[in-house]
């Protein structure tokens, strides 16, 4: 469908007509309310199906909405979003953890920085409630109405069951439980989710800051704790504005893939963690005798506690500081000196396998993620930018979506540009298979004449109407190739 949008002329000139793409452009506005573009459509289908994002009208028509709309949305929104990484950045320096009777800044002018940046922290939070809100509700009442019209559609088909094909009937069975079972661009989009997660994790932190700061003042280190966390997920939001960048997209794209190999050496590192926690706790853990305590080049905070024991058995994989005299003292004491050639195989045992076999490994499959999905990382990155498009178009006033109409009327409507007719493909079968079908619709129609069904009969006919004028379209397109 969105190759017969282009055709090509006579003065080597390639005519892409993008109105085709915009169903709206063709109805009424009841019918636009009930009907995706190609571009929704597009998004719907996923981040599995990038060929089609791949095709050069799909490429223009990014880049006209994008031109027209999108950039300015986007904008907006990442203007909008940077005021709330400065807010909630300040939040965080204004507030540090303090000790017992500490009241804070004395500075009145810093105090009034602090209320202010308070009032528009909470002033853009509600904004970005009633912004995802908003996007949310527009998506799934669009959505909701293109199923109710498309199941109507699909029931006046199946009036007509018994006159169809085999494929024909499963196509339609299997159309309607497509239709029923799918979901709107907002909730298919997993930043929506990242979204909601973050706007409920503000809410939780502005409720416990304001309460421990003017109420509950003895629980600061909680707060910050929160907050801590709050701060961190607000800024990898980021990531959602980056991934729509030439630039940015594919690294953003990039980096959302390396969490798979993450898990995949997890997995394996979990496998030989927890046998070596053990281990070493069996062997080196407290309580220890009083001549290692006042010992000062003994430490009991590595290995006394399981949870210091976790802790100090991970630092082996990052080569850190693991207390290799510690554990010398310890079978020293414990066991027998004797006995430590078998400490040391315990640790070069540890050491070669996470810091060595399993930290290469890590490393080795994040190079070859890298390479992999770096060949197709800038087409997600148009497919995410097309997506940012859809949600940005969504939230248009209705005289911002005329003004895009009227400029693809005028303007790609269609839109000429000089090509080469090298690459044109030549389909020598293509011309059989055209003429085959309009003889197979012919002949269905002339044995349906007979029957008293008015309605089928008026049906079939403006079934082959419009399939005779696309097929001579199609015919004189094949024609002027062929003079040429």
Not at 260 to 285: E, G, Q, R, S, T
Not at 302 to 325: H, I, N, P, S, W
Not at 355 to 376: C, G, H, K, P, Q
Request: charge should be negative.
């Amino acid at each position: 469908a969105v190759v017969s949008t282009q055709s090509t002329g006579r003065t080597r000139k390639q005519y892409s007509s993008l109105q085709f793409l915009e169903p709206v452009t063709l109805c009424n506005d009841s019918c636009a309310k009930t009907t995706f573009t190609v571009l929704e459509e597009t998004v719907r289908a996923g981040s599995g199906n990038l060929e089609i994002i791949k095709h050069e009208m799909i490429q223009k028509m990014i880049d006209v909405k994008w031109r027209q709309f999108g950039r300015r949305g986007y904008i907006k929104e990442l203007a909008a979003y940077i005021i709330v990484l400065i807010n909630w950045s300040l939040l965080c320096l204004f507030n540090p953890i303090r000790l017992p009777g500490d009241e804070g800044h004395s500075d009145k002018g810093i105090q009034y920085v602090e209320v202010a940046n308070e009032i528009l922290t909470v002033l853009f939070f509600f904004y970005q409630v009633f912004d995802e809100a908003r996007e949310m509700r527009t998506n799934t009442r669009r959505h909701k109405r293109f199923v109710r019209q498309r199941m109507k559609q699909l029931e006046m088909e199946f009036k007509y069951l018994e006159l169809l094909s085999e494929e024909e009937k499963e196509y339609l069975h299997k159309e309607q439980e497509t239709v029923s079972q799918s979901k709107s661009v907002y909730s298919g989009d997993a930043w929506n989710t990242f979204d909601w997660f973050s706007i409920a994790l503000m809410f939780v932190t502005l409720v416990v800051h304001f309460l421990i700061k003017y109420i509950y003042k003895d629980y600061g280190v909680e707060r910050g704790m929160l907050l801590s966390i709050t701060l961190v997920i607000v800024w990898l939001k980021m990531f959602k504005y980056c991934r729509v960048l030439e630039t940015l997209g594919p690294f953003c794209v990039i980096i959302a893939s390396l969490p798979m190999d993450f898990v995949k050496i997890a997995a394996v590192y979990i496998i030989l963690y927890i046998p070596m926690v053990c281990l070493f706790y069996h062997f080196f853990c407290d309580p220890y005798p009083q001549s290692l305590l006042d010992d000062e080049d003994f430490d009991p905070t590595l290995y006394g506690t399981l949870r210091q024991t976790f802790f100090t058995v991970f630092v082996y994989t990052l080569v850190g500081d693991y207390g290799y005299e510690t554990l010398k003292k310890i079978t020293a004491v414990r066991l027998k000196p004797q006995y430590f050639p078998f400490t040391q195989l315990m640790i070069a045992y540890w050491i070669l396998s996470s810091a060595i076999l399993l930290l290469n490994i890590f490393i080795a499959l994040m190079s070859d993620t890298f390479a992999r999905v770096y060949e197709n990382a800038l087409v997600v990155s148009q497919f995410e930018r097309a997506a940012m498009i859809v949600s940005i178009e969504n939230k248009l006033p209705s005289y911002w979506r005329k003004h895009h109409l009227i400029d693809i009327a005028y303007n790609y409507a269609p839109a000429a540009a000089f090509f080469d007719d090298d690459e044109v493909p030549e389909d020598d079968h293509f011309e059989d298979e055209v003429k085959n079908a309009h003889d197979t619709l012919r002949s269905l129609v002339t044995r349906e004449q007979g029957k008293k069904d008015l309605d089928l009969i008026k049906f079939v006919k403006q079934k082959m109407q419009t399939q005779s004028e696309l097929i001579a379209a199609i015919l004189e397109k094949i024609e002027n190739q062929g003079s040429r």
